[in-house]
């Protein structure tokens, strides 16, 4: 846990819930019957991952005061994430959430409580001040007001000349009112720097029928500088300032466990942004994670040593970069 007065590389802001995903490998929550708990919520995850690639990172979720709370509590400091930021509220309870597990996208169903009650009043301006890199997800603003959370959270960031990233992770499941939820993403993009939408993302906010090239310019369009568009075994193409500049490519990898798997790309990249890499080769580290996580069951190991990573990187990489560069 960093002190007050040391920099966060990466504030993560909105859910921050308790996973219960099935002992069953299934692609529907019917099949499943018994279930373990873990720490859960894309901000957290996020949090925890950073962590454990030896950045500072830091949570600003609400959460009940009762024994999930307590336990989401204990989880991040047990990481190494910063919890000063943490509202745990007596008023309500920790959203629960139940979620398959599957080498594909999990099905899941949500029981929302107190993350969506983060208040605009309640984002520190210390924490966003302190901060390199603040982070939210679209499932934190499907409600408020933790919503006008985030916004209050990204203008303050703006204004403070920080890195925005925003996860476009949206759920009809989770935010039914399509038409409100593309007024309030587009909005929401007006500050934004780094996005990272998957293939699936991209089809639940535009439409389908788009190529990869047409929803990166969407997303250009909306105010991101850097689009990381993510494909699965197609690999992911890197794209600055309305060009795209690399396609990384996937690398066969027995999957045990995809639960979580965009949580650990996410903290990757924007760990290796922070040391100054470019675009494309943060996306070559974030992919060597996010190969670790599907090759995993669970969580990753407490500490993934970065140096190891960025050393096999160099002396891997070179010949796949040059094939990988566009224009």
Known sequence: MVSETEPIDVLTIGEMVVDFISDEKTDTL????????????????????????GGASAVIAKTGIGAFGTFLKDELQRHGVTTDYLLMDHRTHTTVIFVSSTSATPDF?????????LRPEEISEEAISRARVVHASTFALSCEPCRSAVME?????????KIVSLDPNYSRKIW??????????REAYRYVDVTKPSADDARRVFGPDYKPEQYIEMFHDLGAEVVVFTMGEEGNLVSENGRVTAHVPARPVEVVDATGAGDAFWAGFLTATLDGNSAEDSVLFAREIVERKLA??????????RKEIYRRLQESQPEEKKAGRRG
């Open 109 to 117: 169903e949500e029981f929302r409580s107190g993350d969506y009650l």
């Open 153 to 161: 959270a990204f203008r303050k960031a703006r204004e403070m000349d």
């Open 176 to 185: 039914p009112d399509y038409k409100e939820a593309k007024r309030v993403i």
């Open 30 to 53: 019917s099949n499943a019957s018994t279930f373990r708990r873990h720490l859960g919520g894309s901000p957290a995850n996020i949090a925890v991952y950073v962590s454990k690639l």
């Open 296 to 305: 995993t069951k669970g969580p990753l190991p407490s500490e993934i040593d």
